[in-house]
C-alpha cells in the first residue's frame, strides 16, 4: 500500500517542484537543470555498466569483512543515475544524494539491519568420477559425419 502510495506521490512532488523552482529560476534554467542531470545520469549509468570485473574484484579483497558492500555501492551509483536521468528536481536530489559514499554506506547500513544482517553464500564442491552408459545404438545421439555413432 505505501509502495503504491509513494509511486503515486513522486509525480505530484515533481509537478510541484516544477512549478515553484520553474517560476523562481526561469525557464531556461529549468531545463538547463534538466539536460545537465539527465547527462550526468546517462554517464553515471555508463561508468557503472563499463566497471571491470578486476575493479569489482579490488572492492571486495579492499572490504573483506562485507563482500556484498562493492556490489551494494554499484548498485546504488545506478540507481542514481537512474533517478537524475529521469527528469524532476525531487528525483534529482535523491540522486545526487545517492552519489556521496558516507550517505550510500548509511544506506546500505539500514537495509542490512532491517534484512537481520548479511547475507552469507556458500559453496560446495562434490568430487567423483563418471562413466557414459548410454548404449550405442540410443535413437537420441546424433549421428557422426562418417555416419558412425560415439
Not at 138 to 143: A, V
Request: glycine content about 10%.
Amino acid at each position: 500500500m505505501w509502495i503504491i502510495l509513494g509511486v503515486l506521490a513522486v509525480p505530484l512532488i515533481e509537478i510541484a517542484l516544477f512549478v515553484t523552482l520553474g517560476a523562481a529560476i526561469g525557464l531556461w534554467l529549468t531545463l538547463a537543470w534538466i539536460f545537465l542531470t539527465g547527462a550526468l545520469g546517462v554517464i553515471l549509468l555508463k561508468g557503472v555498466a563499463t566497471l571491470g570485473i578486476d575493479r569489482m574484484a579490488t572492492g571486495i579483497r579492499e572490504e573483506m569483512n562485507d563482500p556484498l558492500s562493492p556490489l551494494a555501492h554499484r548498485f546504488l551509483v545506478g540507481i542514481a543515475g537512474l533517478l537524475l536521468l529521469l527528469p524532476g528536481f525531487f528525483t534529482d536530489a535523491i540522486g545526487l544524494l545517492l552519489l556521496f559514499p558516507p550517505l550510500r554506506r548509511l544506506f546500505i547500513a539500514f537495509v542490512k539491519r532491517r534484512m537481520g544482517g548479511s547475507v552469507v553464500m556458500h559453496s560446495t564442491v562434490v568430487e567423483g568420477d563418471w562413466r557414459d552408459v548410454t548404449p550405442e545404438d540410443d535413437p537420441r545421439l546424433p549421428p557422426h559425419r562418417d555416419g558412425t555413432r560415439h
